[in-house]
């Protein structure tokens, strides 16, 4: 089934990766094993969490500030526009978060989903709601992240999940993964055997 769109991961996957979630679950009075930092902080009582929204907040902005973006993904994101693939963005930042990376770096974005949107990955939500904006199938639809929520969330939702497998960890996800690339460009190359397969 050919490929008509791509949702893209934010930090990790568009850019380099940035955040430190240990030293801010720290910073925020949280072990560093403590689990998901977003869903940490729903636990939390109001007070504290309006504490550690200043604080990841902080982080945020200084990500946007000095992000750097990913090798290939300037020249995938305009291969895929090209090509009339629909590019959706779905990450646990904030929407505006990724719009100003998209401005900084001179990117286009058909649509973005963050965390103030709707359950956040590896919820479903944000794969469905964006296929249902490009008028897409999720299986006519790539989920390409470099986490493991990346990849339950692309299967929860029934799309193809991508790994990029440019850290560490990768090895820890791959059996999740309906393809592994090192490189954002290998999208490309899984595109065009979709199409001719």
């Known amino acids: 089934m050919p490929i008509k769109a791509v949702i893209f991961d934010l930090d990790g996957t568009i850019t380099q990766p940035y955040f430190d979630f240990d030293a801010i679950r720290e910073e925020i009075g949280l072990a560093r094993d403590s689990g998901p930092l977003l869903e940490s902080m729903e636990k939390m009582d109001p007070q504290l969490r309006r504490k550690a929204e200043k604080i990841l907040f902080i982080h945020e902005q200084k990500a946007v500030i000095e992000s750097k973006l990913n090798n290939g993904a300037e020249q995938t994101l305009s291969a895929l526009r090209a090509a009339g693939i629909h590019i959706g963005i779905l990450t646990r930042n904030k929407r505006g978060n990724a719009f100003a990376i998209a401005q900084k770096h001179k990117l286009k974005f058909d649509a973005v989903i963050g965390r103030e949107d ?26 390409v992240g470099d986490y493991l929520f990346d990849l339950l969330c692309a299967k929860a939702a029934g799309a193809v999940a991508v790994l990029l497998a440019n850290h560490s960890q990768a090895g820890d996800f791959a059996k999740h993964a309906d393809f592994s690339i090192e490189n954002i460009g290998g999208i490309l190359e899984i595109i065009a055997n979709k199409s001719s397969g």
């Open 118 to 143: 709707g359950p956040v990955k590896p919820d479903a939500f944000g794969v469905i709601e964006l296929c249902r904006q490009f008028g897409v199938k999720p299986q006519e639809t790539l989920l």
